[in-house]
C-alpha cells in the first residue's frame, strides 16, 4: 500500500489501536477527495483497504480536545469507478468516538451533496 507524500509517520502512529466499531456510511472516492483531500494511503483490488484517510476530529467539549479517527474501505476485493458509491467503515479509539464520527460525516457529505 502507497502512502500518501504528504503523510507523516506522527499521523500513523496516532492512528495505531483504531479499530472498527460497527460505524459506516455510504460516498464515493471522489466525493472523499473533494471533501477531506487525498487519502492517506492507497492500495489495490488485492489490499483488505484500498482508500484510506486518518482525520483529527474536533470533540466538542470544554477541553477543546481532537480524537484521530480512519475512514477506509473493507475487503472491497475489486475494481471500482471513483464515483461509485461504497460502503465506509469508520476506525477510532472508542466506539463514542466513531458514533459521533459518523454524525459529523453524514452532516458534512449531506452538506457538500446539497451545495
Known amino acids: 500500500m502507497e502512502t500518501n507524500e504528504n503523510s507523516t509517520?506522527?499521523?500513523?502512529?496516532?492512528?495505531?489501536g483504531t479499530s472498527w466499531h460497527g460505524h459506516e456510511f455510504l460516498s464515493t472516492i471522489e466525493e472523499l477527495k473533494q471533501v477531506f483531500g487525498?487519502?492517506?494511503a492507497i492500495g489495490d483490488k488485492n489490499d483488505k483497504v484500498?482508500?484510506?484517510?486518518i482525520l483529527d476530529l474536533e470533540i466538542s467539549n470544554s477541553l477543546g480536545t481532537s480524537a484521530v479517527i480512519t475512514i477506509y474501505d473493507w475487503k472491497e476485493y475489486r475494481d471500482y469507478n471513483e464515483d461509485e458509491f461504497?460502503?465506509?467503515?469508520?476506525?477510532?479509539?472508542?466506539?463514542?468516538?466513531?458514533?459521533?464520527a459518523q454524525i459529523e460525516i453524514e452532516?458534512?457529505?449531506?452538506?457538500f451533496r446539497n451545495d
Open 9 to 16: 509517520y506522527h499521523k500513523w502512529e496516532k492512528a495505531i
Open 38 to 40: 487525498k487519502p492517506d
Open 50 to 53: 484500498q482508500y484510506e484517510w
Open 86 to 100: 461504497i460502503r465506509f467503515h469508520i476506525g477510532g479509539h472508542s466506539e463514542n468516538i466513531t458514533e459521533l
Open 107 to 111: 452532516n458534512v457529505l449531506n452538506l
